[in-house]
T-cell receptor, first 113, second 112 residues
Framework: NAGVTQTPKFQVLKTGQSMTLQCAQD?????MSWYRQDPGMGLRLIHY???????DQGEVPNGYNVSRSTTEDFPLRLLSAAPSQTSVYFC????????????FGAGSRLTVL | GDSVTQMEGPVTLSEEAFLTINCTYT??????LFWYVQYPGEGLQLLLK?????DKGSNKGFEATYRKETTSFHLEKGSVQVSDSAVYFC???????????FGQGTELSVKP
């Protein structure tokens, strides 16, 4: 049982480049979310989804797009990367009866030069 | 809006010392409260939780009590080990939406 799988683990981009961070879960979880972790800031919610075809913005959505075409996958897209998006990104999911307990992926470290 | 405030780190302790990491929250409703732990190079994992006032969450020797009167959820452990070195995050859920709001994290370093 893989849980939440994120790829890539590390990525370096130049300003203006685009990329997609992949997130997949095999637990049939309805709820999926993306957080970014920055020093001294904790984790901040970027986007989340309560099911296939449904997405919504979190606390810091600007510069990021998401889609949820299947229950399993929730990719995060950076259309034009900026140095301010240098961060560690975490995908997390939970089931309907998960009592709001999130299962996290191992993280993706992104550096934008 | 809802928020979580944790004591700043890093916290450095000797093995077998007593640990307290303070966490207070602001919420309009009746949130569930959580402590997550992040070991070096890994994602976050749930350490313990409490869903209503006066509940005590416990796991691996760690405890935290949901105190509605002081809006607090302090993490304690009677005797820390080197293997407890990690970053600890306090968090609250905003009810039906299921979103978690995190504190800034407290780094704990335990020396032998």
């Amino acid at each position: 049982n893989a849980g939440v799988t994120q790829t890539p683990k590390f990525q370096v981009l130049k300003t203006g480049q685009s990329m997609t961070l992949q997130c997949a879960q095999d637990m049939n979880h309805e709820y999926m979310s993306w957080y970014r972790q920055d020093p001294g800031m904790g984790l901040r919610l970027i986007h989340y989804s309560v099911g296939a075809g449904i997405t919504d913005q979190g606390e810091v959505p600007n510069g990021y797009n998401v889609s949820r075409s299947t229950t399993e996958d929730f990719p995060l897209r950076l259309l034009s990367a900026a140095p301010s998006q240098t961060s560690v990104y975490f995908c997390a999911s939970r089931g309907v009866s998960g009592a709001n307990v999130l299962t996290f992926g191992a993280g993706s470290r992104l550096t934008v030069l | 809006g809802d928020s979580v405030t944790q004591m700043e780190g890093p916290v450095t302790l000797s093995e077998e010392a007593f640990l307290t990491i303070n966490c207070t929250y602001t919420a309009t409703g009746y949130p569930s409260l959580f402590w997550y732990v992040q070991y070096p190079g890994e994602g976050l994992q749930l350490l313990l939780k409490a869903t209503k006032a006066d509940d005590k969450g416990s796991n691996k020797g760690f405890e935290a009590t949901y105190r509605k009167e002081t809006t607090s959820f302090h993490l304690e452990k009677g005797s820390v080990q080197v293997s407890d070195s990690a970053v600890y995050f306090c968090a609250l859920s905003d009810g039906a939406g299921g979103k978690l709001i995190f504190g800034q994290g407290t780094e704990l370093s335990v020396k032998p």
